[in-house]
């Protein structure tokens, strides 16, 4: 069962849930989807792909955004959001002690995740891997709009049928990255009903980087 810890970052407070294993393999942080849209570190899909990644021996961070549950402030669309978790990675970097990192990311958590990467790359801080789901880029359904920076060699995992960040979209970005995409056949956003096949894309990424 998840642990519950506040970290101090540069704007406030981030509540973390932490599924920490001993002696892992690796550590993971998974983001989770939009906090105005019922988005939550304990959501089906960060949850899903926290299980797959602590079954192959990697200890998983499970941040809660601003606003939501005990983490302070409020929602920034994706400003500060992106600033926290940089704080909290530069944190866990050296709580654990050197062991290969992941950044993982659902929805809106994976537009955070990429830019994320984007900002530790450019300070020479790459990640060891980052696995991308549901990403949306470019205008989606609800007139969001997100400017999803380029990633290269991220793994991307995409529904077929995905109604709120549409494949299309997910394709042209991952052309742009130059990178590959697993689409999963009759998935939606959520992954209803192939979360199961969710889990094995996932678990086959890290199984090929450890």
Known sequence: MATTELFEVSNGVTEVLIDHLASPRAVALIAHPHPLLGGNAN?????????????????????????????????DGGVLETQDIIDLIKVLREREDRVPFIIMGFSFGAFI?????????????????????GLPDGEVPGKRHYATPVVAGACLIHGELDESAPLTQALRWAERSNTSIRVVPGADHFFTGRLDVLATLISERIKSKM
């Open 43 to 75: 959501h089906k899909v960060p949850f899903t792909m926290m299980r797959a990644a602590n079954a192959l021996g990697v200890s998983v961070y499970r941040p809660n955004f601003r606003g939501v549950g005990k983490s302070s402030g409020q929602y």
């Open 113 to 133: 995740a990429a830019r994320v990467e984007q900002a530790l790359a450019q300070a020479s801080l790459s990640s060891n891997d980052v696995i991308l789901c």
